[in-house]
């Protein structure tokens, strides 16, 4: 007994010095690891761009400096590692050092003895578009859980929805927003105080800016209980549709009286699939909340108004109809337009191939093609959440989730272009917008001139209707010809 004590002993003891040795051996070997954690360059006006480190090169290359940015008075604003200290020309580097990036700098990282420099480089927006912003929320707009966007009379206009959760007792904001440059924003003191709810859409619509549908839930952060007593309590409905317009983007008017016959105003709903078309808005799909669970609407009817307020209701007729979930719908060469989405759930079963038309207002439905996998010239691959824009006579699709072979989604990350609506083709390489994420339901404006805005969209969704968990807040510049 005794000598096998001793012999555990003597094992332990060879163990410990074994486990001893082999830390030592590591730490030895191991290389000190040091340097630059994460930086990002600070412009002149304030504006921040994030960098990448890559290898000994720091680059703003995935955050491009907008059109126009002063390089010459550049400032860095940099983690290091522990003990790690920077320098410029010698000089220890702050905030406060002031850089001239027309040309690359190097800079150094030093801790003890070791020393490891970098290449600083800028990367300006190019005349194909970048990126203006990686995060509205830190410049001024809330991080709502739904918004919409519109440009009316020369601002961005912001709808959106902050919800802590959805319970009578919730305290939540709805509010409007505006800016002048996509990037900074300011809320707009609307009068009535709330406008929108969550999931409303924007639109203008002859000369006034219309907020179409949504659902409330809970007392609004202002004070204003009248957002429970027109939306049909605190319980979300269907039927409770919603719908204000403004010549001003301050001053609101409610367009639902309660006055409306029965069956002559759309359901409520959420995330609608909105378009202006030869002077009226159209709308259809959209999503509801029924037996606790998030879905889309049962109905496949378009409706249409010319002014928000008295809606018709459009009966599709023939084979061909318009009828899908999560697609897009669009005005293109005097026709309505539909693409992409699902027939029912999302699913690579369900997921729509055709892309119709119509030319009388969305009554009767041309298949102008029936299967896109089936021309080999064309690059739309099936996808749902897709979004497509019209600029001087070109079309834009953007964004969407698509399916692999295995079943997979996949976010869809490259740019579309058609002159012609059935024909899609990927942008060039260098004309597509670098280090662009995938995403679902991208907004798209356009602004003045030439420029296409994509201001956010689904990041992650949950169920099979796409419930939003989490938003994109970024937005892009797209140089459209």
Same mark, same amino acid.
């Given at each position: 007994?005794?000598?096998?004590?001793?012999?555990?002993?003597?094992?332990?003891?060879?163990?410990?010095?074994?486990?001893?040795?082999?830390?030592?051996?590591?730490?030895?070997?191991?290389?000190?690891?040091?340097?630059?954690?994460?930086?990002?360059?600070?412009?002149?006006?304030?504006?921040?761009?994030?960098? *990448?480190?890559?290898?000994?090169?720091?680059?703003?290359?995935?955050? $491009?400096?907008?059109? &126009? %940015?002063?390089?010459?008075?550049?400032?860095?604003?940099?983690?290091?590692?522990?003990?790690?200290?920077?320098?410029?020309?010698?000089?220890?580097?702050?905030?406060?050092?002031?850089?001239?990036?027309?040309?690359?700098?190097?800079?150094?990282?030093?801790?003890?003895?070791?020393?490891?420099?970098?290449?600083? #480089?800028?990367?300006?927006?190019?005349?194909?578009?970048? @990126?203006?912003?990686?995060?509205?929320?830190?410049?001024?707009?809330?991080?709502?859980?739904?918004?919409?966007?519109?440009?009316?009379?020369?601002?961005?206009?912001?709808?959106?929805?902050?919800?802590?959760?959805?319970?009578?007792?919730?305290? %939540?904001?709805?509010?409007?927003?505006?800016?002048?440059?996509?990037?900074?924003?300011?809320?707009?003191?609307?009068?009535?105080?709330?406008?929108?709810?969550?999931?409303?859409?924007?639109?203008?619509?002859?000369? @006034?800016?219309?907020?179409?549908?949504?659902?409330?839930? !809970?007392?609004?952060?202002?004070?204003?209980?009248?957002?429970?007593?027109?939306?049909?309590?605190?319980?979300?409905?269907?039927?409770?549709?919603?719908?204000? $317009?403004?010549?001003?983007?301050?001053?609101?008017?409610?367009?639902?009286?309660?006055?409306?016959?029965?069956?002559?105003?759309?359901?409520?709903?959420?995330?609608?699939?909105?378009?202006?078309?030869? &002077?009226?808005?159209?709308?259809?799909?959209?999503?509801?909340?029924?037996?606790?669970?998030?879905?889309?609407? &049962?109905?496949?009817?378009?409706?249409?108004?010319?002014?928000?307020?008295?809606?018709?209701?459009?009966?599709?007729?023939?084979?061909?109809?318009?009828?899908?979930?999560?697609?897009?719908?669009?005005?293109?060469?005097?026709?309505?337009?539909?693409?992409? !989405? *699902?027939?029912?759930?999302?699913?690579?079963?369900?997921?729509?191939?055709?892309?119709?038309?119509?030319?009388?207002?969305?009554?009767?439905?041309?298949?102008?093609?029936?299967?896109?996998?089936?021309?080999?010239?064309?690059?739309?691959?099936? =996808?749902?959440?897709?979004?497509?824009?019209?600029?001087?006579?070109?079309?834009?699709?953007?964004?969407?989730?698509?399916?692999?072979?295995?079943?997979?989604?996949?976010?869809?990350?490259?740019?579309?272009?058609?002159?012609?609506?059935?024909?899609? %083709?990927?942008?060039?390489?260098?004309?597509?917008?670098?280090?662009?994420?995938? =995403?679902?339901?991208?907004?798209?404006?356009?602004?003045?001139?030439?420029?296409?805005?994509?201001?956010?969209? %689904?990041?992650?969704?949950? !169920?099979?209707?796409?419930?939003?968990? #989490?938003?994109f807040y970024d937005v892009w510049q797209k140089v459209v010809k």
């Amino acid at each position: 007994m005794k000598r096998i004590t001793l012999t555990l002993r003597a094992l332990a003891v060879v163990l410990l010095f074994s486990t001893i040795a082999l830390y030592s051996c590591k730490d030895d070997d191991a290389p000190k690891v040091f340097g630059v954690v994460s930086a990002k360059m600070i412009a002149g006006d304030g504006r921040s761009y994030n960098c *990448v480190v890559e290898g000994d090169r720091l680059i703003n290359s995935a955050d $491009s400096m907008k059109m &126009g %940015t002063d390089l010459s008075a550049i400032s860095l604003e940099i983690e290091a590692s522990m003990g790690t200290e920077m320098y410029y020309n010698n000089a220890p580097l702050t905030k406060e050092t002031v850089l001239d990036l027309t040309s690359p700098v190097t800079i150094q990282a030093r801790n003890g003895g070791d020393i490891k420099s970098y290449r600083v #480089e800028a990367v300006i927006q190019t005349m194909l578009g970048a @990126k203006v912003t990686s995060d509205m929320t830190a410049t001024g707009l809330p991080k709502f859980h739904s918004y919409d966007m519109a440009y009316f009379k020369g601002k961005f206009y912001c709808i959106g929805a902050d919800i802590a959760d959805k319970a009578p007792e919730s305290k %939540t904001f709805y509010q409007l927003y505006s800016s002048e440059d996509g990037e900074n924003w300011m809320k707009v003191s609307t009068n009535p105080k709330v406008i929108g709810g969550y999931g409303t859409k924007l639109v203008v619509l002859n000369g @006034k800016l219309l907020a179409l549908g949504g659902y409330r839930w !809970g007392t609004d952060e202002n004070g204003d209980v009248h957002s429970q007593e027109s939306w049909a309590g605190v319980e979300p409905i269907s039927t409770a549709w919603a719908a204000l $317009s403004s010549t001003d983007g301050t001053n609101w008017t409610n367009l639902v009286t309660g006055e409306e016959e029965a069956g002559t105003l759309p359901s409520g709903r959420m995330f609608a699939n909105v378009c202006v078309h030869g &002077g009226k808005v159209y709308m259809n799909g959209g999503n509801m909340f029924g037996f606790g669970m998030f879905q889309a609407m &049962g109905e496949g009817n378009l409706w249409t108004s010319a002014d928000g307020k008295t809606w018709e209701k459009v009966l599709p007729e023939g084979e061909a109809r318009p009828f899908r979930y999560a697609g897009a719908l669009f005005s293109f060469d005097g026709k309505l337009w539909t693409l992409g !989405g *699902v027939q029912s759930f999302i699913s690579a079963s369900q997921v729509k191939k055709d892309i119709l038309s119509s030319a009388d207002g969305g009554v009767t439905w041309v298949t102008e093609v029936e299967d896109v996998t089936a021309d080999a010239a064309n690059a739309f691959n099936p =996808r749902w959440g897709v979004k497509v824009a019209e600029h001087d006579g070109v079309l834009y699709m953007i964004g969407g989730c698509g399916f692999d072979g295995e079943e997979a989604q996949t976010l869809a990350t490259d740019i579309l272009r058609s002159t012609d609506g059935k024909t899609w %083709t990927v942008l060039e390489a260098d004309e597509q917008l670098p280090n662009f994420e995938g =995403r679902v339901n991208p907004i798209l404006v356009n602004g003045d001139g030439s420029l296409l805005w994509i201001f956010g969209g %689904t990041k992650a969704f949950t !169920g099979n209707y796409a419930e939003p968990t #989490e938003l994109f807040y970024d937005v892009w510049q797209k140089v459209v010809k």
